[in-house]
């Protein structure tokens, strides 16, 4: 069974700061991985897809990368800002396309 | 933007009693989706839906669960007799024809309090 682990839990920074989120799986064998923001009481809005195919996807500020051999995914936040301020998550698909959550990264930007 | 409509946004329930989540996903879509996230928990997945019938559904989908697709745009989730533990945010979302290769697209979410 899938398991998605992302570290770390919560994460606070000033505005300006680069980071990184981590995204691990345990199963290789996946379809695809996607990330997701949800803001407090709110839906997922789906950020970056990446394929199985695929090493990385970038989108603005946002860039994801992929590796399955190791079972790891890391999306780069540049130049953050405070409305970059949510719980991103992310979330693997395996054999029956059916995406395996992690409980996600609350992220606090401060200005 | 095309976005996924959920209704209702909120809903209080006494334990017992039937509710029906209704969801308009993004109309051109095929495949269809309902998740739902207990207050502090990872985001679950229940069932999905193509062509009119599950495709998949997890073991929390048991027979008090149903969907229904009635007409061409509302997309169901029908709780037959609720549980406290059904207390959680539901999502529905919805993706192209590529289904599980696709982006889903997620709703706003209703969220449910079971009494």
């Known amino acids: 069974k899938q398991e998605v682990t992302q570290i770390p839990a919560a994460l606070s920074v000033p505005e300006g700061e680069n980071l990184v989120l981590n995204c691990s799986f345990t199963?290789?064998?996946?379809?695809?991985l996607q990330w997701f923001r949800q803001d407090p009481g709110k839906g997922l809005t789906s950020l970056l897809l990446i394929q199985s195919s695929q090493r990385e996807q970038t989108s603005g500020r946002l860039n994801a990368s992929l590796d399955k051999s190791s079972g790891r995914s890391t999306l780069y936040i540049a130049a953050s800002q405070p409305g970059d301020s949510a719980t991103y998550l992310c979330?693997?698909?395996?054999?029956?396309?059916?995406?395996?959550f992690g409980r996600g990264t609350s992220l606090i930007v401060h200005p | 933007e095309p976005e996924v409509t959920q209704t209702p946004s909120h809903q209080v329930t006494q334990m017992g009693q039937e509710v029906i989540l209704r969801c308009v996903p993004i109309s051109n879509h095929l495949y269809f989706y309902w998740y739902r996230q207990i207050l502090g928990q990872k985001v679950e997945f229940l069932v999905s839906?193509?062509?009119?019938?599950?495709?998949?559904k997890s073991e929390i989908f048991d027979d008090q669960f149903s969907v229904e697709r009635p007409d061409g745009s509302n997309f169901t989730l029908k709780i037959r007799s609720t549980k406290l533990e059904d207390s959680a945010m539901y999502f529905c979302a919805s993706s192209g024809p590529g289904g599980g290769l696709e982006t889903q697209y997620f709703g706003p979410g209703t969220r449910l309090l079971v009494l």
């Open positions: 839906f193509y062509n009119n019938e599950i495709s998949e």
């Open positions: 199963d290789s064998a996946i379809y695809n």
């Open positions: 979330a693997s698909s395996g054999g029956s396309y059916i995406p395996t």
